[in-house]
């Protein structure tokens, strides 16, 4: 019987790069210079990924340690892969920056980043995904809200597959936890329950 399973995980944290419970790479950079260490590691050619604030390059990583070798747009249309995100900060990195420019001139550049859900955006356009896209702020990774919301989509044929998590940055400190939800009769896969989803969060961020 098909439920709705976990097919994937991949998490950022203290500049290393977990998929799948299997470590990419790690640095002992500051994030900011990890984030970018990560996308030549990916040998993708995206030149975007350098105007991104750093959010979205905390995302867009995180997206491609998930989605690498997935060829989701082979099992699914664009609008049936939806993202769901949450974040502590929502755009503050981006906001202070932002505000800092504008004793001088306003930053067209930093602007553009003064939404947290441009980081789902980033990753739809890179992926070719174009389901549903929301992003909560919470004080923390909120297992049950995610298990609740994307099971919700899924039972009402909103999308056929979602990425989701936790994705956060501040003061210099990047974090991901996304993972990938989709109908599967694969008993491989963990069932997608607020219970298992936060366990697996509690044991990447305590290993």
Request: charged content about 20%; aromatic content about 12%; overall charge neutral.
């Amino acid at each position: 019987m098909k439920e709705v399973r976990v097919s994937r995980f991949a998490a950022l944290i203290n500049s290393s790069l977990i998929s799948d419970d299997q470590a990419l790479v790690a640095s002992s950079k500051s994030s900011d210079s990890f984030l970018e260490e990560m996308y030549l590691f990916f040998h993708i050619n995206y030149p975007k990924f350098y105007k991104m604030d750093s959010l979205c390059k905390t995302a867009f990583i995180a997206a491609e340690a998930l989605l690498r070798n997935t060829d989701l747009l082979k099992k699914y249309a664009p609008e049936e892969i939806g993202i769901v995100l949450s974040c502590k900060h929502s755009s503050l990195d981006t906001d202070v920056k932002y505000a800092e420019s504008m004793k001088i001139a306003s930053s067209p550049s930093l602007f553009v980043y003064t939404l947290p859900n441009v980081a789902s955006g980033e990753i739809s356009i890179r992926h070719g995904l174009k389901g549903e896209t929301c992003c909560f702020v919470e004080d923390s990774f909120n297992a049950a809200l995610h298990a609740l919301y994307v099971n919700r989509l899924l039972a009402q044929g909103a999308v056929k597959c979602c990425v989701s998590g936790w994705v956060d940055f501040f003061q210099n400190k990047a974090e991901a936890f996304f993972y990938l939800a989709e109908y599967s009769d694969n008993n491989n896969y963990p069932v997608h329950q607020s219970k298992i989803i936060d366990n697996k969060y509690q044991s990447i961020w305590k290993s």
